[in-house]
Protein backbone atom coordinates (compact mmCIF):
# COMPACT_ATOMS: atom_id res chain seq x y z
CA UNK A 1 0.00 0.00 0.00
CA UNK A 2 1.11 3.43 -0.69
CA UNK A 3 2.59 5.67 2.05
CA UNK A 4 0.26 7.73 3.70
CA UNK A 5 -2.64 7.13 1.01
CA UNK A 6 -5.21 7.18 3.72
CA UNK A 7 -4.40 11.32 4.30
CA UNK A 8 -4.65 11.59 0.29
CA UNK A 9 -7.88 10.16 -0.67
CA UNK A 10 -11.36 12.44 0.87
CA UNK A 11 -14.71 10.62 -0.03
CA UNK A 12 -17.89 12.75 -1.31
CA UNK A 13 -21.53 11.40 -1.38
CA UNK A 14 -21.92 10.53 -4.65
CA UNK A 15 -25.93 11.10 -4.43
CA UNK A 16 -26.15 13.81 -7.13
CA UNK A 17 -29.98 13.51 -6.61
CA UNK A 18 -29.52 15.30 -3.21
CA UNK A 19 -26.40 17.45 -3.87
CA UNK A 20 -26.43 18.65 -7.36
CA UNK A 21 -24.38 21.68 -6.63
CA UNK A 22 -21.99 20.81 -4.07
CA UNK A 23 -19.43 18.26 -3.24
CA UNK A 24 -20.04 16.83 0.31
CA UNK A 25 -17.49 15.09 2.16
CA UNK A 26 -18.67 12.17 4.12
CA UNK A 27 -18.05 12.04 7.75
CA UNK A 28 -16.83 9.10 10.13
CA UNK A 29 -20.01 8.50 12.33
CA UNK A 30 -20.32 6.38 15.94
CA UNK A 31 -22.58 3.87 15.30
CA UNK A 32 -25.65 2.55 17.48
CA UNK A 33 -23.56 -0.94 18.22
CA UNK A 34 -20.11 -0.10 19.05
CA UNK A 35 -19.20 0.29 15.57
CA UNK A 36 -18.33 3.17 13.39
CA UNK A 37 -19.26 3.85 9.54
CA UNK A 38 -18.91 6.65 6.88
CA UNK A 39 -22.00 8.84 5.90
CA UNK A 40 -23.10 11.76 4.15
CA UNK A 41 -23.58 14.59 6.92
CA UNK A 42 -27.12 15.22 5.23
CA UNK A 43 -28.26 12.41 7.33
CA UNK A 44 -28.24 14.73 10.33
CA UNK A 45 -31.43 17.50 10.68
CA UNK A 46 -28.87 19.83 12.10
CA UNK A 47 -26.91 19.88 8.23
CA UNK A 48 -29.68 20.25 6.05
CA UNK A 49 -31.87 22.96 4.77
CA UNK A 50 -35.24 23.48 5.58
CA UNK A 51 -37.83 21.24 3.51
CA UNK A 52 -34.35 19.12 2.18
CA UNK A 53 -34.70 15.35 2.99
CA UNK A 54 -32.26 13.23 4.67
CA UNK A 55 -29.49 11.56 3.01
CA UNK A 56 -28.60 8.02 4.06
CA UNK A 57 -25.88 7.52 1.93
CA UNK A 58 -23.28 5.76 3.71
CA UNK A 59 -20.26 2.97 3.63
CA UNK A 60 -18.93 0.28 6.36
CA UNK A 61 -15.33 0.42 7.27
CA UNK A 62 -14.52 -2.74 5.60
CA UNK A 63 -15.78 -1.47 2.19
CA UNK A 64 -13.82 2.09 2.67
CA UNK A 65 -10.97 0.17 3.03
CA UNK A 66 -11.34 -1.80 0.15
CA UNK A 67 -11.55 1.28 -1.99
CA UNK A 68 -8.60 2.71 -0.22
CA UNK A 69 -6.97 -0.40 -1.69
CA UNK A 70 -8.34 -0.16 -4.77
CA UNK A 71 -6.61 2.79 -5.50
CA UNK A 72 -3.96 1.88 -3.71
CA UNK A 73 -3.10 -1.11 -6.25
CA UNK A 74 -3.88 1.07 -9.19
CA UNK A 75 -0.79 3.75 -7.95
CA UNK A 76 1.45 1.50 -7.19
CA UNK A 77 0.66 -0.67 -10.53
CA UNK A 78 1.35 2.51 -12.44
CA UNK A 79 4.89 3.24 -10.43
CA UNK A 80 6.12 -0.04 -11.01
CA UNK A 81 5.83 0.40 -14.95
CA UNK A 82 7.20 3.89 -14.68
CA UNK A 83 3.86 5.20 -15.65
CA UNK A 84 2.37 8.47 -14.71
CA UNK A 85 -1.58 8.28 -14.53
CA UNK A 86 -4.18 10.33 -13.37
CA UNK A 87 -7.09 8.42 -12.12
CA UNK A 88 -9.93 11.50 -12.73
CA UNK A 89 -13.08 9.97 -14.11
CA UNK A 90 -12.28 6.21 -13.52
CA UNK A 91 -15.34 4.59 -12.24
CA UNK A 92 -15.83 1.23 -10.60
CA UNK A 93 -17.83 -0.97 -8.47
CA UNK A 94 -17.52 -3.03 -5.34
CA UNK A 95 -20.77 -4.96 -3.91
CA UNK A 96 -22.89 -2.34 -5.61
CA UNK A 97 -21.39 0.69 -4.29
CA UNK A 98 -20.47 3.03 -7.11
CA UNK A 99 -17.26 4.68 -7.10
CA UNK A 100 -15.98 7.65 -8.96
CA UNK A 101 -12.23 9.37 -8.99
CA UNK A 102 -13.56 12.91 -9.77
CA UNK A 103 -10.26 14.84 -8.90
CA UNK A 104 -6.38 13.22 -8.57
CA UNK A 105 -3.58 15.36 -7.93
CA UNK A 106 -0.27 14.68 -6.86
CA UNK A 107 -1.45 14.83 -3.03
CA UNK A 108 -5.28 14.45 -3.07
CA UNK A 109 -7.58 12.00 -4.92
CA UNK A 110 -11.25 13.04 -4.18
CA UNK A 111 -13.62 10.05 -4.71
CA UNK A 112 -17.50 9.96 -4.94
CA UNK A 113 -19.55 7.41 -3.46
CA UNK A 114 -22.70 6.04 -4.12
CA UNK A 115 -24.61 3.12 -2.52
CA UNK A 116 -27.91 2.68 -4.00
CA UNK A 117 -28.73 -0.05 -0.91
CA UNK A 118 -28.69 2.61 1.50
CA UNK A 119 -30.58 5.67 -0.37
CA UNK A 120 -34.60 5.48 -0.62
Known amino acids: ?3 GIWN ?3 VYCGDKNKHKDKDVQLEVVQGVFNGYFYNCPHYKDENRQEGERKCCNRISPVEYE ?3 D ?3 KLLEEADLNC ?3 NLAGYKWK ?3 IQFEIFEHEKDKIK ?3 F ?3 EVK
Request: glycine share 4%; aromatic share 4%; net charge positive.
Open 1 to 3: MIK
Open 8 to 10: MIE
Open 66 to 68: KMI
Open 70 to 72: HIS
Open 83 to 85: EQI
Open 94 to 96: SKG
Open 111 to 113: VYM
Open 115 to 117: NPK
